[in-house]
C-alpha cells in the first residue's frame, strides 16, 4: 500500500536525484571547457502561433436548416416518373455524387446538406422536372403508337 510517507520519499529521491544529474553535468561542462572545447549555440526553430478560431455567430451555418431539406425530401419521393429517381438525376445534373445526396436528402441520415449544395440542387431542379415530363410524353407516344 503507498502511503502518504511513502510518496513524500519518492518525491524526495527523485528531487536528490536530479540535483546529482546536474552537478554531474556541470562537472562535464567545466572539464570539456577546461580541455579547450568550445560550445556551440544552435539557433532554434520560429514558433508559428495558431490562427484564432472564428466564431459560429460571424461565420453563420454552413449548412442549410432542415426544414429546407425535409422540402427536398418530399419533392425527390413525389417523382412521378419510376423510371429514373430524382435523387439521380440531381447526382447527374449537379455533379455531387450520388452517394452524397442519398446521405443528404434521405429521411433519417445524419449527413448536412450544405448550402453550395442546396444552391447547385435548386439551380437543377425545375430541369429534372421538365425531363420526367419529357419522358413522360414519350411513354405515352409509345403506348398510343
Known amino acids: 500500500m503507498i502511503t502518504?510517507?511513502?510518496?513524500?520519499?519518492m518525491s524526495y529521491t527523485a528531487v536528490v536525484q536530479?540535483?546529482?544529474l546536474r552537478e554531474q553535468l556541470e562537472n562535464d561542462v567545466e572539464a570539456f571547457l577546461k580541455r579547450g572545447g568550445k560550445i556551440k549555440s544552435l539557433p532554434g526553430f520560429q514558433i508559428k502561433p495558431r490562427p484564432q478560431n472564428t466564431p459560429k455567430e460571424v461565420?453563420?451555418?454552413?449548412y442549410v436548416d432542415p426544414?429546407?431539406?425535409d422540402r427536398l425530401i418530399t419533392w425527390c419521393n413525389d417523382s412521378v416518373n419510376r423510371n429514373k429517381p430524382r435523387r439521380s438525376y440531381l447526382a447527374e445534373?449537379?455533379?455531387?455524387?450520388?452517394?452524397?445526396?442519398?446521405?443528404?436528402?434521405?429521411?433519417?441520415k445524419s449527413s448536412?446538406?450544405?448550402k453550395s449544395e442546396y444552391d447547385k440542387i435548386m439551380k437543377v431542379k425545375n430541369r429534372v422536372e421538365q425531363l420526367e415530363e419529357e419522358y413522360a410524353a414519350k411513354i405515352?407516344?409509345?403506348k398510343a403508337a
Open 93 to 108: 445534373l449537379t455533379g455531387i455524387p450520388a452517394q452524397r445526396i442519398r446521405s443528404t436528402i434521405t429521411p433519417a
Open 112 to 114: 448536412k446538406l450544405t
Open 18 to 20: 536530479k540535483n546529482n
Open 4 to 9: 502518504n510517507e511513502l510518496l513524500a520519499h
Open 59 to 62: 461565420l453563420g451555418s454552413q
Open 140 to 142: 405515352k407516344r409509345v
Open 67 to 69: 426544414s429546407l431539406v
